[in-house]
T-cell receptor, first 111, second 112 residues
Framework: QKEVEQDPGPLSVPEGAIVSLNCTYS??????FMWYRQYSRKGPELLMY????GNKEDGRFTAQVDKSSKYISLFIRDSQPSDSATYLC???????????FGKGTTLSVSS | DTGVSQNPRHKITKRGQNVTFRCDPI?????LYWYRQTLGQGPEFLTY????????KSRLLSDRFSAERPKGSFSTLEIQRTEQGDSAMYLC??????????FGSGTRLTVV
């Protein structure tokens, strides 16, 4: 079992839909959780950064962490074609150390 | 501040040759990371520096790989005697004490 599991998709939704992306993990020591967006042939771009459990909202994006279930989610409201990309979850046990990434979920939003 | 810069963007090399990549982090960031990403996979950690000190190396970083960060500024990643399995995107990231990690656009290596 990999430390971080993420369904690679692909996930296709119409414009305006609510998108739910998620990851599960096995290492209970993880405390720092991130979501990155990666466009083709580009580096990952940080979307959300969360410490420990709870919710965090930034515009159309909401990140949730449930440490008891070892499950994290990213919700995208009012999805746009420009949201079409690969979404990567990443986590670490200490601030500033190695990030462990999921495989990424490929999202396509059609207009 | 122009973000994390990586050069070259693309590199094609013959098997057995040595290659070197450069990363220029965001100037005020003290930590610098190297990752490798293959098609359909998430980035995999290779190594990271705090200032000029190399603090952690992954077991993925074989003896053919070496990374340096002289004077705590830019960093280089060298791969000696390249193999076809080294073909990947090599990503550099930097952070200030670990708050968020800003990635560069990567160097795509193709070993033929």
């Amino acid at each position: 079992q990999k430390e971080v599991e993420q369904d690679p998709g692909p996930l296709s939704v119409p414009e305006g839909a609510i998108v739910s992306l998620n990851c599960t993990y096995s290492n209970s020591a993880f405390q720092y959780f991130m979501w990155y967006r990666q466009y083709s042939r580009k580096g990952p771009e940080l979307l959300m950064y969360t410490y420990s459990s709870g919710n965090k909202e930034d515009g159309r994006f909401t990140a949730q962490v449930d440490k008891s279930s070892k499950y994290i989610s990213l919700f995208i409201r009012d999805s746009q074609p420009s949201d079409s990309a690969t979404y990567l979850c990443a986590m670490s046990d200490q601030a500033g150390t190695a990030l462990i990434f999921g495989k990424g979920t490929t999202l396509s939003v059609s207009s | 501040d122009t973000g994390v810069s990586q050069n070259p963007r693309h590199k094609i090399t013959k098997r057995g040759q040595n290659v070197t990549f450069r990363c220029d982090p965001i100037s005020e960031h003290n930590r610098l990371y190297w990752y490798r990403q293959t098609l359909g996979q998430g980035p995999e950690f290779l190594t990271y520096f705090q200032n000029e000190a190399q603090l952690e190396k992954s077991r993925l970083l074989s003896d053919r790989f070496s990374a340096e960060r002289p004077k705590g500024s830019f960093s280089t990643l060298e791969i000696q005697r390249t193999e076809q399995g080294d073909s990947a995107m090599y990503l550099c990231a930097s952070s200030l004490y670990g708050y968020g990690y800003t990635f560069g656009s990567g160097t795509r290596l193709t070993v033929v």
